[in-house]
């Protein structure tokens, strides 16, 4: 799957957040809405294509940096 595929699915809400993402997330002090938008507009820093997995980088709004990884 490409990373516009993915986003695809992002923005048709056709996707699943693990419990493990989505504690790490809130730890960090981010929310769902900060996933998808990070998802949608950051940046790819590192690429595995073999297991189609992303590692997404993205400025936050309020200053923060947001990295996650996305399969």
Avoid: C
């Amino acid at each position: 799957m490409s990373i516009r595929q993915l986003q695809a699915l992002v923005r048709n809400g056709l996707y699943y957040l693990t419990e493990h993402a989505d504690d790490e997330a809130m730890a960090d002090g981010f929310d769902i809405y900060d996933v998808e938008h990070g998802i949608l507009t950051g940046k790819i820093r590192k690429a595995w294509p073999r297991e189609d997995k992303y590692e997404v980088w993205d400025q936050h709004w309020m200053g923060d940096q947001l990295e996650l990884y996305a399969a």
